[in-house]
């Protein structure tokens, strides 16, 4: 029985020391990402005839869409 309770112990303080994020905390890192590429996106002149032009402005599409959605997952938890 003492091994058991050795173990999870150990697993206990494991636990504690992993960089473990929560759902919220996970939100704000993606939503300051989102941010960064957005700048990005947005100093590129985008031609639509161009393939990878296409796929950034699709991409910048997304994370416009995006955005608003982590926004309001913030605002209903706080």
């Given amino acids: 029985m003492s091994t058991l309770g050795a173990g999870l112990s150990i697993l206990d303080w494991l636990k504690d020391k992993l960089p473990i994020q929560g759902r919220v905390e996970r939100w704000k890192n993606e939503r300051d990402n989102l941010k960064k590429e957005k700048a990005e996106l947005e100093k590129i002149n985008f031609d639509i005839n ?29």
Avoid: G, H, M, T
């Fill in 50 to 78: 161009k393939p990878e032009d296409r796929k950034k402005c699709d991409r910048l599409a997304y994370v416009n869409k995006r955005l608003p959605d982590i926004e309001q997952l913030l605002i209903n938890k706080s």
